[in-house]
Nanobody
Framework: QVQLVESGGGLVQTGGSLRLSCAAS????????MGWYRQAPGKQRAFVEA???????DYADSVKGRFTISKDNVQNTVYLQMNSLLPEDTAVYYC?????????????WGQGTQVTVSS
């Protein structure tokens, strides 16, 4: 069973930065997309940013210009650099690896890491 292990969350003041990491416990072949989602208290899990195997990125408007996703294919690791953090960025952040095989998608999720931004 593949596990995604996240790290890098914590408490930071408004305007601060954090870098989240997510590594797979073993190699996963045929990963099509690596991404990050977040869930704030009382809200549904929401898309933050993703990167495809080819390096194309997509992001939510709320993080444009502040968050940057990157990946290390060899290490099966994805990163989320978060700058200029705001209180509304407070949430549990989850990484997601999507594996696509014969047009069937398999999703792997991390356990979540808390990010708290104080005002």
């Amino acid at each position: 069973q593949v596990q995604l292990v996240e790290s890098g969350g914590g408490l930071v003041q408004t305007g601060g930065s954090l870098r989240l990491s997510c590594a797979a416990s073993r190699n996963i072949f045929s990963i099509s997309t690596m991404g990050w989602y977040r869930q704030a208290p009382g809200k549904q899990r929401a898309f933050v940013e993703a990167i495809t195997s080819g390096g194309s990125t997509d992001y939510a408007d709320s993080v444009k210009g502040r968050f940057t996703i990157s990946k290390d294919n060899v290490q099966n690791t994805v990163y989320l650099q978060m700058n200029s953090l705001l209180p509304e960025d407070t949430a549990v952040y989850y990484c997601n690896f999507r594996r696509s095989v014969l047009r069937v998608d398999y999703d792997y999720w991390g356990q979540g890491t808390q990010v708290t931004v104080s005002s």
